[in-house]
């Protein structure tokens, strides 16, 4: 029997926008002048990562260990530099065909909601005029625990009254996958297959990715 999704939540990160080049060079900056090398298969590993987890991580990189106060500043000063490059995105940033699907499953009657990490979620989908499609906004603001806990998706899904197992997670992060698979969601990855290995099948992107589509694919 064809398998209908009632909602598709979309990770926000990878996803809808890369925003992923930018938390780099915040990410860069911060840990060179805390001394410690900072590379981009470094970035790669802090994909859904929470802001405070990928502090965590460049401060073990670096073995070094500093008071929660400092922990905070330092959050605050890259998410400042984050902040000037996201201040001029626009919806140029959006990837190819992902607003057209989103029509499409809106148009079919299934419901869209966002399931990110990223405080700055609200911001980014405004300055990219697409947050008036969404029945509902689970971000990094509104979670306790971070991926891969599936509290992002299963809020977001509460939120739009709908079952785990009737909705479909769109995501590109190893943890993402494993949130959405912890929470019993269908999960679509987007990306690298050889590396999102638990999604039930990855797609590089969504242009020429249709409802027919993934209905067959999730059938
Ligand atoms: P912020 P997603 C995640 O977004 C990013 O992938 C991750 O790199 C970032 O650290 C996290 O958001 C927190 O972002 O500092 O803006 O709160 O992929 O879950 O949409
Ligand atoms: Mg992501």
Request: glycine share 10%.
């Amino acid at each position: 029997m064809a398998f209908l999704p009632q909602a598709c939540l979309f990770d926000l990160d990878g996803v809808i926008v890369d925003t992923a080049k930018y938390h780099f060079i915040g990410w860069q900056r911060l840990a060179e002048e805390l001394g410690v090398p900072f590379t981009h298969e470094d970035n790669e590993q802090l994909k859904g990562v929470s802001r405070v987890g990928s502090l965590e991580y460049i401060l073990a990189k670096g073995g070094l260990e500093l008071d929660n106060d400092t922990k905070v500043r330092l959050m605050d000063r890259k998410n400042a530099w984050y902040l000037e490059l996201v201040g001029s995105m626009n919806p140029d940033e959006l990837f190819p065909g992902v607003v057209e699907f989103m029509d499409e499953l809106i148009g079919a009657g299934i419901q869209v909601g966002l399931g990110s990490s990223s405080r700055n979620a609200p911001l980014i989908l405004e300055l990219c005029g697409i947050a008036d499609r969404f029945g509902t906004i689970v971000d990094g603001n509104s979670i306790t625990f971070s991926k891969p806990d599936p509290e992002v998706f299963l809020k977001g899904a509460e939120a739009l009254g709908v079952k785990p197992e009737h909705c479909v997670v769109f995501e590109d992060a190893v943890s993402g996958v494993q949130a959405a698979r912890n929470g019993g969601f269908r999960i679509i990855g987007v990306g690298d297959a050889a590396s999102l290995t638990e999604a039930e099948f990855v797609i590089p992107g969504f242009e020429d990715f249709t409802l027919k589509t993934m209905v067959e694919r999730l059938s």
